[in-house]
């Protein structure tokens, strides 16, 4: 499992860095708005979706609060995340301890959520998900997508 994070994150941090080359200067406000997204899972160790299927369909909600952004999804995963900007890229990231096993043991669920390339009307979308149970269990998905400006 654990080769599996590496390469969870390490193929995360290419498609950052590939990302973050980008000449726009986005700021955060400009993804506020709801998003339609389609993400085209890479890797689904965690078994997100069907093996017959390729990615899923969302709805992201990006709201700005105060100096702050934050995304909800329709789905609830990730049900609210917390967003910053580095560059040309706005970041979310969610973490819940939860009991997935049944066991009384909690499990770290990540879920991270990252637009580059935003326009007016649409953005590129990385999507990553983890569940480490510690020794028990853990698992990694990642796609990649297009969200569409409503």
Do not use: H
Request: with cysteine; aromatic share 8%.
């Amino acid at each position: 499992m654990k080769s599996a994070r590496c390469l969870f994150y390490s193929l995360l941090s290419s498609v950052l860095c590939a990302c973050n080359n980008s000449s726009s200067s986005n700021l955060a406000f400009e993804s506020t708005g709801i998003w339609d997204v389609q993400i085209n899972l890479v890797a689904d160790d965690c078994g997100l979706v069907d093996p017959s299927e390729s990615g899923f369909g969302d709805e992201y909600q990006i709201n700005t609060i105060g100096s702050g952004t934050e995304l909800s999804a329709a789905s609830g995963l990730p049900v609210s995340a917390s967003g910053n900007t580095e560059g040309s890229v706005v970041s979310f990231a969610s973490e819940e301890q939860l009991d997935l096993i049944g066991d009384g043991s909690l499990c770290s669920q990540v879920v991270t959520v990252n637009y580059s390339d935003i326009t007016e009307s649409d953005a590129t979308i990385t999507f990553g998900f983890s569940v480490d149970c510690g020794e028990i269990f853990a698992c990694s998905s990642l796609g990649l997508g297009q969200g569409i400006r409503r």
